[in-house]
């Protein structure tokens, strides 16, 4: 990541913080983060420039296509030109299926896909201004979930959602990679974050998992950045499983 500057959507907390904490030990030269959450931003913040890190950050919401690109730009317009970007921001409410109303639909739909789409467009208008024949222009690395490939009875709204993502990656893909903008994904199984602990199912995730146990969030963020750094220079379109064999694909 030496001379690369990355943004990472979501990146206040959680894997995006786990991936913008592993980015500055790969030696990325600046961090922009952009987050809905404004105390965990700067807070998330405050402590990578403890540990040495240029970091820019932009309070936004990633759902309306005007604030979206609007903390794009602000990140930009301080950091400069922008070699990667990681899309983490997603939101993870477990509903049974016949309790999923309306609202929680359109919140899932707003952050997990919308977001995801409108964070993409940002970052395509501005790599295809560095678009020269045969180098590679740009990385963006959405995050999905093994849930886009096997039922979740238990969070069916947020599993389709993620199998949006796994498209969206595809389609982004396929559009801009005659300008040199890789686009790919990364599917984890659960991780245990603080907030899956809070939910209290990782004992669950260890049980169901082949190798006994959940991911931490870090094991993810090797594979983020292996797609969306400089090693990464002919996958484009492809979504990785990366689930200690819960799932085979």
Request: charged share 20%; aromatic share 6%; glycine share 8%.
């Amino acid at each position: 990541m030496k001379s690369l500057n990355a943004v990472i959507v979501g990146g206040a907390s959680g894997l995006g913080l786990a991936t913008a904490r592993l980015m500055l030990r790969e030696g990325v030269q600046a961090l922009g983060l952009i987050d809905a959450n404004a105390e965990r931003l700067d807070a998330a913040a405050a402590s990578l420039r403890e540990q040495g890190a240029t970091v820019c950050t932009a309070q936004g919401d990633v759902s309306r296509a005007v604030t979206a690109s609007a903390a794009f730009d602000a990140i930009v317009s301080e950091m400069g030109r922008v070699h990667t970007m990681v899309n983490c921001a997603a939101i993870y409410p477990r509903r049974p299926i016949l309790e999923i109303s309306d609202e929680d639909w359109d919140l899932e739909n707003a952050i997990n896909i919308k977001g995801t789409y409108h964070m993409m467009v940002a970052a395509v208008k501005h790599m295809m201004q560095f678009s020269t024949a045969g180098t590679v222009a740009g990385r963006i690395v959405n995050v999905a979930s093994v849930d886009a490939f096997k039922a979740h009875p238990q969070n069916t709204h947020y599993a389709a959602t993620k199998a949006a993502v796994v498209s969206l990656t595809k389609s982004f893909a396929h559009e801009f990679a005659p300008a040199g903008i890789l686009i790919n994904g990364v599917a984890p199984a659960g991780f245990a974050t603080d907030r899956a602990r809070e939910l209290g199912f990782l004992p669950e995730l260890a049980k169901a998992n082949p190798l006994g146990r959940a991911a931490e969030p870090e094991e993810m963020a090797e594979w983020i950045i292996m797609m969306g750094g400089p090693r990464n220079t002919f996958s484009t379109g492809e979504t990785v499983i990366v689930s200690g064999g819960y799932i085979y694909a």
